[in-house]
């Protein structure tokens, strides 16, 4: 069984389409990440749910939309796509609680931007 | 400064060989830290984390903190090609929200040859 799922791996689209990324965990966590990693494989977080609840939003363009539907689902809508937005999109999931609180990552969305 | 550095590398070491992988950081605050292997295309992988001061082994691998100097590091046995990767040290810094929050290292890049 997965533990972490992203849909979809890859997406190339234009500039100025929305788009959104999915991600499932089935690991029972209770908190859920968004990370990009760009060209210079720099991975830095972007936002963070803890049960549906937003608890981290880092300096991040409002084009970015995370939703939360549930604490086992993550989601993240780009509106008007730019170039400098092609990178990879990792979500990631965790147990909130002192030495319990590994990260683990799915496996990526490569998001090209035409 | 960077939250947390590493040297880019690439760190190249035949095989059999120690590899000894550092990072420094520099909240005093932080409480946890983690290495994860990233192989090329793939998601980052946890290999190990620590929380006190001293050397923490796994198998081949052995994480070293240093609390006082702010320094962490990794350090590979009888290296194998197949450790060849790049391995992303990440420290945990608990917010006054009560919530986690992981930053990452820029990663370096280890080369076993055979």
């Known amino acids: 069984d997965t533990a972490v799922s992203q849909t979809p791996k890859y997406l190339v689209t234009q500039m100025g389409n929305d788009k959104s990324i999915k991600c499932e965990q089935n690991?029972?966590?209770?908190?859920m990440y968004w990370y990009k990693q760009d060209s210079k494989k720099f991975l830095k977080i972007m936002f963070s749910?803890?049960?549906?609840?937003?608890?981290i939003n880092e300096t991040v363009p409002n084009r970015f939309s995370p939703k939360s539907p549930d604490k086992a689902h993550l989601n993240l809508h780009i509106n008007s796509l730019e170039l400098g937005d092609s990178a990879v999109y990792f979500c990631?999931?965790?147990?909130?609680?002192?030495?319990?609180?590994?990260?683990?990552f799915g496996p990526g969305t490569r998001l090209l931007v035409l | 400064q960077k939250e947390v550095e590493q040297n880019s590398g690439p760190l190249s070491v035949p095989e059999g060989a120690i590899a000894s992988l550092n990072c420094t950081y520099s909240d005093r605050g932080s409480q946890s830290f983690f290495w994860y292997r990233q192989y090329s295309g793939k998601s980052p992988e946890l290999i190990m984390f620590?929380?006190?001061?001293g050397d923490k082994e796994d198998g081949r691998f052995t994480a070293q903190l240093n609390k006082a100097s702010q320094y962490v590091s990794l350090l590979i046995r009888d290296s194998q090609p197949s450790d060849s990767a790049t391995y992303l040290c990440a420290v945990n810094r608990w917010r006054n929200t009560g919530f986690q929050k992981l930053v990452f290292g820029t990663g370096t890049r280890l080369l076993v040859s055979p």
């Open positions: 620590i929380y006190s001061n």
């Open positions: 990631a999931s965790s147990q909130q609680g002192r030495n319990q609180e590994t990260q683990y």
């Open positions: 690991l029972g966590h209770d908190t």
């Open positions: 749910y803890n049960n549906k609840e937003l608890i």
